[in-house]
C-alpha cells in the first residue's frame, strides 16, 4: 500500500513516525505529533505561512473536501511536493518542519 510505502522507504531514516487511520485517510505522526496524512495515496503535510511560499512554488495545492453544504473546505495540509519526494535530506526537513509546525498551533 502506499501507507507501507511511505512509511518503509520514504520516511524509513526518520525515527519515532507513525501512523493512525482518520478520515478515510492516514495521520502520520512524529513522537506523537501530527505533521502529515495520506489520502486518496497522496502525501501531505502541515504548512503555515513559515513554509507556504515554499510549497505554492512547487505547484503543491492543499487538501481540500467538499463540506456537507457542497462548499469545497482547504486544510492546512498541503501536497508533499514530487521535489521533496526525490530528495531525502528535503524530506526529512519538511517533515521536521511540518511537526514544528504543529507544536506551534498546539500550544497556541
Given at each position: ?64 473536501y467538499q463540506g ?18 526525490d530528495n531525502p ?20
Amino acid at each position: 500500500s502506499y501507507l507501507d510505502y511511505v512509511l518503509g522507504e520514504l520516511l524509513v531514516n526518520i525515527p519515532g513516525i507513525t501512523s493512525r487511520a482518520m478520515f478515510g485517510g492516514h495521520g502520520l505522526y512524529l513522537d506523537g505529533v501530527i505533521f502529515g496524512m495520506i489520502v486518496n495515496d497522496e502525501l501531505f503535510f502541515k504548512v503555515d505561512d513559515s513554509n507556504k511560499l515554499d510549497y505554492e512554488k512547487l505547484a503543491s495545492q492543499p487538501f481540500t473536501y467538499q463540506g456537507k453544504s457542497g462548499k469545497p473546505y482547504a486544510m492546512s495540509y498541503w501536497q508533499v511536493p514530487v521535489e521533496y519526494l526525490d530528495n531525502p535530506k528535503r524530506l526529512d526537513a519538511a517533515v521536521k518542519q511540518s511537526t514544528e509546525i504543529s507544536r506551534r498551533l498546539k500550544k497556541k
